[in-house]
């Protein structure tokens, strides 16, 4: 960490942002574990910097677009724990009343505009609520996350291609974790840097440490500012590793265990923490109250979801056209 600081409040909000993930991580594991809650269940553990040093510079009425495996972007982005909980449950409290379910979130009033199960089409998406936020002549921006194999795919060129011409006030976050589901990087993508695509497309592309939140906090800051003040768009690439297989039950056999012991051992939570307490940015008692009523909050949220009932059958043609949709 060695660019300028930012202030207290920041570096606390984003290691907040942090714990939650990766506590609600460890419980979802946890419950499906138990067998108490089925689903499929995509693992951020790991790439927990990356939306909270994003969600540090944004406000509520920005927003974020990603794809299944974005469940740390919600959290990052501040949506209820009890509607994500009860989504991905597939029960009728949550966000889209159980019918979305965890591939497919959508909560507008924290700016979490929608998760896909498509690769690549958080990208579209996000260039087209920034179109919109661009004629209504509001600040706000777009946010679209995407792993690295979603780079190799149409929809990113397209998207990246048509922000630029518009300058859309878009930030292109890539994950790059290393693996595009079961495939190793080198394996699939021909350049070293995902960023430097963005040459192409006449727009700034930064690489970055994904585990390093000042560094990503100060990537993601220019970026905001930059799209917000009209000067288009920029992609990220932010460097990361996840730390378990694609999705819940994968034994990521297929993963070098030197390279995945390497980046363990970099655990950016705890590593994260222990820098807040020695440099005096936080005390030990202050974070340790954190944790424990952010435990208290997903405690809250588990048990409400498996308190809450699944839709009923007359809801499946139900919220199927705007003029429908039922509060």
Known sequence: MTAAIPDRDVLVGIYQRMTRIKQNDERFRAVLKSGKLVMPYYSPRGQ????????????????????????????????????LWAEFGGRVTGTCKGKGGPMH???PATGVMVTTGIVGSSMPIANGLALAAQIRGEKRVAVAYFGDGASNIGAFHEALNMASVWKLPVIFVCQNNGYAEHTKYAYGTSVANIAQRAVAYSMPGVTVDGNDPVAMYHAAREAVERARAGQGPTLIEAKTFRFHGHVFGD?????DK??????MAK???????AWLIATG???ETELADMEALIAGEIDEAVEFTLNSPYPD????KRDIFK?????
């Open 251 to 255: 034994a990521d056999a297929y993963m």
């Open 48 to 83: 927990e910097v990356i939306p909270s040093a994003v969600s540090a510079c944004l406000t509520a009425e920005d927003y974020i677009c990603t794809i299944y495996r974005g469940v740390h972007d919600m959290i990052a982005k501040g949506i209820p724990l009890k509607d």
């Open 105 to 107: 979130v959508t909560h």
């Open 258 to 263: 030197g390279e995945k012991d390497a980046w």
């Open 267 to 273: 655990d950016p939570v705890p590593l994260f923490r």
């Open 323 to 327: 003029d429908e949709v039922t509060a």
């Open 313 to 316: 059958l007359a809801e499946l």
């Open 281 to 283: 940015h936080a005390s």
